[in-house]
């Protein structure tokens, strides 16, 4: 079975194939696609922009899709970054931007009101319209600086206090884990593996 994932991010990409890896599903990315039209993500929820992108995506690409929209919601910023997560500080994608600016919306915080906490939202859509929808999320705390190599976004900033280490210092298959697109991505595996089978 085949099932298109509706991100051009190589590192969601790359979790997504290894929490998949079990199930007999091909995974067909959108650099497979010739000219995906570009979806653009105005919903003020996760649930709306993940739906928008996978209703779309299959509709164009006559197959099951799965998109997500995921971010970082922040307590004491009134759940900013949320849905602007990926284009926090102007342009989308610009990880050192992103966490540069939410260093410095946070850099008068006290320690012990820094808590936040990645959202997840997977749609899995049909050609034919159907879409459903799966949450996930992790709690955390936002440091005072970046510490780790692994991971992408706003993981060198997130704090798993129960690893006492940032996303982006936890090996994958402990981030796959515990992670809020690891566990929306659970709550789809066992219908995508019914559909594989049938």
């Known amino acids: 079975m085949k099932l298109l994932v509706a991100t051009g991010n190589r590192g ?3 979790e997504i194939n290894r929490l998949l890896a079990d199930a007999a599903i091909e995974i067909v990315g959108l650099d497979q696609l010739d000219n995906p039209p570009e979806v653009i993500e105005d919903g003020d929820t996760f649930v709306a ?3 928008k992108k996978a209703l ?4 164009f690409s006559g197959m099951l899709t799965l998109a997500d929209d995921s971010g970082l919601v922040v307590a004491a910023l009134d759940g900013a970054p949320g849905v602007n997560s990926a284009r926090y500080a102007g342009e989308h994608g610009d990880d050192a931007a992103n966490n540069g600016k939410l260093l410095k919306e946070m850099a008068s915080v006290e320690d012990e009101k820094r808590q936040a906490a990645f959202h997840c939202v997977m749609a899995l859509a049909w050609p034919d319209g159907r879409c459903e929808t799966y949450d996930g999320q992790v ?3 936002i440091m005072r600086g970046a510490r780790g190599e692994g991971g992408f976004g706003y993981d060198p900033l997130f704090i798993v206090p129960e690893y006492g280490k940032t996303m982006a210092e936890l090996p994958l298959e402990i981030k796959n884990r515990i992670s809020h697109r690891g566990t929306a991505l659970r709550k789809v595996i066992p219908l995508l593996q019914e559909l594989a089978k049938g």
Do not use: F, V
Not at 56 to 59: I, T, V
């Open 12 to 14: 969601k990409l790359k």
């Open 56 to 59: 779309e995506m299959a509709q």
């Open 139 to 141: 709690s955390g705390l």
């Open 49 to 51: 922009n993940a739906s």
